[in-house]
């Protein structure tokens, strides 16, 4: 029998509870009804009704009961990433509920990946704060591109600001590239300019402190890219972070550490913690900086932010 959207949207709208959401959250979290039943004061054979009824209303079954405990079928692995983002919409509702009741407009929750150029960041909010006629309250969640873009689909982010590569999973997602980054090789003032009196020797600069990104990153991958394109095995870092700023403050306070970073970060640090960049010019293929969204309607506050953080990025290439 053909599959009936229309009836299984009437169905669902009439029927489904948000207690049936919790209640797959739960099942994928635990794996067993009787654990779920357990964490939830209620009784197995009212978990398993529960179960039933939302199978019904979906048209098949939700999970597989196998040794290891119960494991999403194909049907529920679709159902309960919309029960996960279905949930965190409810979680933004509260604390918008929470942030008017507060005099603040709403929240909006941006998600950002290292070595993005915090100056153009915080004009980008400010540009936004300033159209909202009360207040915003913008929370910035720092982390990986894969884990970024795993809640931008979930709903408990609402806006990326990752790199656009091959590998990123677009699923749900659209993105618009904001600007391409440049290498540039920092160190302390007296170490970029003796390195800056001759061509890179990659051989030589591979006997030096770096300080790098974790392995499996794009920057990290771009460095180890530059040293075996010469020829060399790249060197083993000192120091792995992605804080700018530690990293300017490591490189400022000796003559042995370098780093490579993008340009704007480069120029970031060059004004706060009196680090220079060595006068070379390098190539690499880093991904763009781009901004993600979820495919449906943006709330206002979205797209007041999505356009400033676009016209920040403009304003910087065109200084550039």
Same mark, same amino acid.
């Given at each position: 029998?053909?599959? &009936?959207?229309?009836? =299984?949207?009437?169905?669902?709208?009439?029927?489904?509870?948000?207690?049936?959401? /919790?209640?797959?959250?739960? #099942?994928?979290? *635990?794996?067993?009804?009787?654990?779920?039943?357990? *964490?939830?004061?209620?009784?197995?054979?009212?978990?398993?009704?529960?179960?039933?009824?939302?199978?019904?209303?979906?048209?098949?079954?939700?999970? &597989?009961?196998?040794?290891? @405990?119960?494991?999403?079928?194909?049907? @529920?692995? $679709?159902?309960?990433?919309?029960?996960?983002?279905?949930?965190?919409?409810?979680?933004?509702?509260?604390?918008? #509920?929470?942030?008017?009741?507060?005099?603040?407009?709403?929240?909006?929750?941006?998600?950002? #990946?290292? !070595? #993005?150029?915090?100056?153009?960041? =915080?004009?980008?909010?400010?540009?936004?704060?300033?159209?909202?006629?009360?207040?915003?309250?913008?929370?910035?969640?720092?982390?990986?591109?894969?884990?970024?873009?795993?809640?931008?689909? &979930? *709903?408990?982010?609402?806006?990326?600001?990752?790199?656009?590569?091959?590998?990123?999973?677009?699923?749900?997602?659209?993105?618009? $590239?904001?600007?391409?980054?440049?290498?540039?090789?920092?160190?302390?003032?007296?170490?970029?300019?003796?390195?800056?009196?001759?061509?890179?020797?990659?051989?030589?600069?591979?006997?030096?402190?770096?300080?790098?990104? =974790?392995?499996?990153?794009?920057?990290?991958?771009?460095?180890? &890219?530059?040293?075996?394109?010469?020829?060399?095995?790249?060197?083993?870092? /000192?120091?792995?972070?992605?804080?700018?700023?530690?990293?300017?403050?490591?490189?400022?306070?000796?003559?042995?550490?370098?780093?490579?970073?993008?340009?704007?970060?480069?120029?970031?640090?060059?004004?706060?913690?009196?680090? =220079?960049?060595?006068?070379?010019?390098?190539?690499?293929?880093?991904?763009?900086?781009?901004?993600?969204?979820?495919?449906?309607?943006?709330?206002?506050?979205?797209?007041?932010?999505?356009?400033?953080?676009?016209?920040? !990025?403009?304003?910087?290439?065109?200084?550039?």
């Amino acid at each position: 029998m053909p599959f &009936d959207t229309g009836e =299984a949207v009437r169905r669902l709208t009439t029927r489904l509870k948000m207690r049936h959401l /919790v209640l797959l959250l739960q #099942i994928q979290q *635990h794996g067993s009804l009787t654990r779920v039943a357990e *964490h939830m004061a209620t009784s197995q054979p009212a978990v398993t009704s529960s179960l039933a009824e939302l199978e019904s209303m979906l048209g098949g079954p939700l999970f &597989d009961r196998t040794p290891r @405990g119960m494991t999403p079928t194909p049907l @529920g692995a $679709v159902v309960l990433a919309h029960a996960q983002a279905m949930v965190h919409d409810l979680d933004h509702l509260t604390r918008d #509920i929470e942030a008017v009741m507060a005099g603040h407009a709403a929240r909006l929750q941006v998600g950002v #990946i290292p !070595y #993005i150029s915090g100056k153009t960041l =915080a004009a980008a909010i400010q540009q936004t704060l300033a159209q909202i006629p009360q207040r915003l309250t913008v929370t910035l969640h720092e982390g990986t591109s894969e884990a970024l873009m795993a809640q931008l689909r &979930d *709903h408990t982010l609402d806006v990326v600001i990752g790199r656009a590569a091959a590998n990123v999973d677009l699923t749900q997602v659209q993105f618009e $590239v904001l600007h391409h980054q440049m290498p540039r090789v920092v160190a302390s003032r007296r170490l970029a300019a003796r390195l800056g009196r001759s061509a890179p020797v990659w051989s030589q600069l591979a006997e030096l402190d770096w300080v790098m990104g =974790a392995p499996n990153t794009p920057m990290r991958d771009q460095l180890s &890219d530059l040293f075996l394109h010469a020829g060399v095995v790249p060197p083993v870092p /000192v120091v792995e972070s992605f804080s700018s700023r530690l990293t300017g403050e490591l490189l400022a306070s000796s003559e042995r550490a370098v780093s490579l970073l993008p340009a704007d970060i480069a120029e970031e640090l060059v004004r706060v913690a009196g680090v =220079a960049v060595v006068p070379w010019s390098l190539t690499w293929t880093l991904p763009p900086v781009a901004m993600f969204t979820r495919r449906e309607n943006p709330r206002e506050t979205h797209r007041r932010f999505t356009q400033a953080l676009r016209t920040q !990025y403009q304003t910087m290439t065109s200084g550039t």
